[in-house]
């Protein structure tokens, strides 16, 4: 399917999964050899990351652990750069190699919010995983983006994870609105 409609949107093809399978595939590799001997906890941002970390964390060789938390801050197809909440941080990070792993950072306040909490746990060190980045977007720098799959540019996308209002995560396609 080359176009799709969400809603009232029209959204064209993005990001094929073939290449979102293949890079992340690289990315695992490149955690695999930068955690060496060493035990991360990787820490998943829903709804939005469920797929990316289903996916990327098959690739990880290393003991790693798992957990996933919940931020609710976004309506629609504009950031509304309200964060409500946080839910389910773990509280035993202190020490920890944590890698925060997001479907998308658009202007990153949503991982902002949740950097400052996790640095609040005195972690030994902070990545942030993200399959997407719209540096375009993004409103403050962010050094903790080391790992990132595909720069795109400052459009809505939809697919493999991420919404538009609610649909569209089953895609395995990324589709980007026209
Ligand atoms: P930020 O706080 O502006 O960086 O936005 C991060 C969150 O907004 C992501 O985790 C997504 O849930 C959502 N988001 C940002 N851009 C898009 C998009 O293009 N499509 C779908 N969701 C998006």
Redesign the pocket.
């Known amino acids: 399917m080359n176009s799709i409609k969400i809603h009232e949107k029209d959204f064209e093809i993005f990001l094929e999964s073939e290449s979102i399978n293949k890079r992340t595939r690289l990315m695992g590799i490149q955690l695999n050899v930068d955690y060496e001997k060493r035990c991360p906890i990787f820490i998943g941002?829903l709804n939005?990351s469920f797929l990316f970390m289903a996916d990327l964390i098959k690739e990880i060789e290393l003991d790693c652990e798992i957990d996933f938390i919940r931020v609710a801050?976004?309506h629609g197809d504009s950031?509304t750069g309200q964060i409500k909440e946080a839910f389910g941080l773990p509280n035993n990070l202190k020490g920890r190699d944590v890698i925060l792993v997001?479907?998308?950072?658009?202007?990153?306040?949503?991982?902002q919010y949740i950097l400052a909490q996790l640095r609040a746990q005195e972690p030994a060190s902070i990545n942030v995983c993200s399959l997407l980045f719209k540096p375009a977007a993004l409103l403050k720098p962010m050094p903790e983006l080391t790992y990132v799959g595909f720069e795109i540019p400052n459009e809505?996308?939809?697919g493999y994870g991420?919404?538009?209002n609610g649909l569209g995560r089953n895609l395995k396609d990324i589709y980007r609105a026209i």
Do not use: P
């Open positions: 941002v939005g801050s976004y950031s997001e479907d998308i950072v658009d202007t990153g306040l949503t991982v809505f996308v939809v991420l919404d538009y």
